[in-house]
């Protein structure tokens, strides 16, 4: 009996912690104190047996069991789910207040999926809530159980992760971001993909269909050779009609600041980004209009760019803030002062951002309000002027100053490191799967371990 019952508990527990990929390399376990507990700290039970204490021993030969899986919906809590599915009020408030032991309940997200067990007692018809679990991260699952005691305890199983590398190649078809997406890249990846190269196009307007693109990063595979979890990109190219470029990342020694440069040792970061906002369409360009208000014509002295109200704008590059606040029929503006004469000037804002005002310091990159259409504007837009020693210029044809050009010790040491992202990339494009520490080179005597691939003749499945 009791052997049985170990078996079937694992099983369950096995099916939902080690069925998605997740293996069993290490389990935190925490008895809740919700019930009465005898377990003290010392007290190290065999994790198999907890995991299996999802069934009641004494009870397993006349319960009738169930598994019913959902996923959270939006402005769901994991009360919420418990209540929809079923669960009774007291043993849901029991198993939520165990799982928080182990997940920050407050950063459930829309689409995650719970699992809840239930067990039928045939004689009174009562459903009792026996285990939940759900999956905070990628890299983990957590299971609640209730014992025969009636006492929650909480499992935490991490997977056991190798790293490795990924390669993702494609065209662009629609976006790079789809096509990116169906070669197996994250959001992240692409993302980080966008930023390296948006100091030289403008992904909106000037990514054509043909353009050829590559992603080289670092990634955590589970045993089965899935990519859990994706990381920094270690090189990027594109091949198109507006752009050929490739960058490598690389953190000279001296500042320690990572970014990415080309194959000669030129960085890919700009004195100013090409556009501040992302997802934009340009309204209207530089030069002499006549004016949607006023009805005559003059001088646009900036960008238009329409996008919804509340769109981040970002600072176009590294300054000081000169004003911020509403100004003329710019509305919401802001001002920044830059190196070189330069200044960026930002209209039409919904708002502000908390904590800034004339005389901070702002980064590249940072946000700095949002779009709408304050002051004299007929949508929700941002417009944008870039001055150069006080007078205006069309930002949409700046050369921009470039970034930092390595030389001396610090090229050389950037040369090595982008043979070894070279070398790595040919061994996966040749279908070998490398398993290495992810830091760049520090010295000649740092290798990696090949790999062969062994192709799979149906890819299986992680549902």
Known sequence: MKQRVFDWGLGVAAAALLGTGLTYVAVNSHVSEA???TATATDKPDPRRMLAAITSADQLETLQREMRQVSIQRNETLSGVLDRVGAPRDQANGAVYAAGELVDLRKVRPGDS??????????????????LSLR??????????????????????????????????????????????????????VVDYATIFGYDI???????????????????????????????????????????????????????????????GQSARKFLMKTPINGARISSSF???????????????????AAPTGTPIYAAGNGVIARYGPFSTYGNYAL???????????????????????????????????????????????HYEVHIKGKPVNAMKLKLPTG?????????????????????????????????????????????????????????SRE
């Open 202 to 264: 403008d992904f909106q307007r000037e990514i054509q269909t043909g353009d050829k693109f590559e992603m080289f990063y670092g990634a955590s595979k589970d045993e089965r050779g899935d990519v859990i979890k994706g990381g920094d990109i270690l090189y990027a190219s594109l091949d198109g009609q507006a752009l050929k470029k490739a960058f490598y990342r690389f953190t000279p020694s001296d500042d320690g600041v990572t970014d990415y440069f080309d194959a000669t």
């Open 287 to 305: 030069g002499n209009r006549v004016h949607p208000i006023l009805g005559y014509t003059k001088l646009h002295k900036g960008t238009d760019f």
């Open 136 to 189: 905070p991260d990628v890299e983990r699952q957590v299971l609640v159980s209730r014992g025969a005691d009636g006492q929650w305890v909480t499992h935490e199983l991490k997977a056991k992760l190798t790293s490795s590398y990924s390669l993702v190649t494609g065209t662009v078809d629609q976006s790079i971001y789809d096509s990116a997406v169906a070669q197996g890249a994250a959001d992240q990846q």
């Open 404 to 460: 930092r050009k390595l030389t001396g010790e610090q090229l050389a040491a950037f040369d090595a490191e982008r043979d070894r992202i070279d070398a790595l990339r040919a061994a996966e494009h040749t279908g070998v799967t490398l398993v290495a520490d992810q830091s760049p080179a520090a010295d000649a005597a740092q290798t990696y371990q090949q790999v062969p691939v062994v192709a799979a003749s149906t890819p299986e």
């Open 35 to 37: 019930a009465t507990s």
């Open 114 to 131: 719970v699992t809840a067990w239930f067990e039928t007692d045939p004689v009174s018809g009562q459903q009792n809530l026996t285990g």
């Open 336 to 382: 920044i002062k830059h190196a070189n004469g330069y200044e960026t000037a930002y209209g039409h804002m919904s708002r502000y951002v908390p904590g800034l005002h004339a005389g901070s310091h702002v980064h590249q990159g940072q946000v700095i309000g949002y779009v709408g259409m304050t002051g004299g504007a007929t949508g929700p837009h941002l």
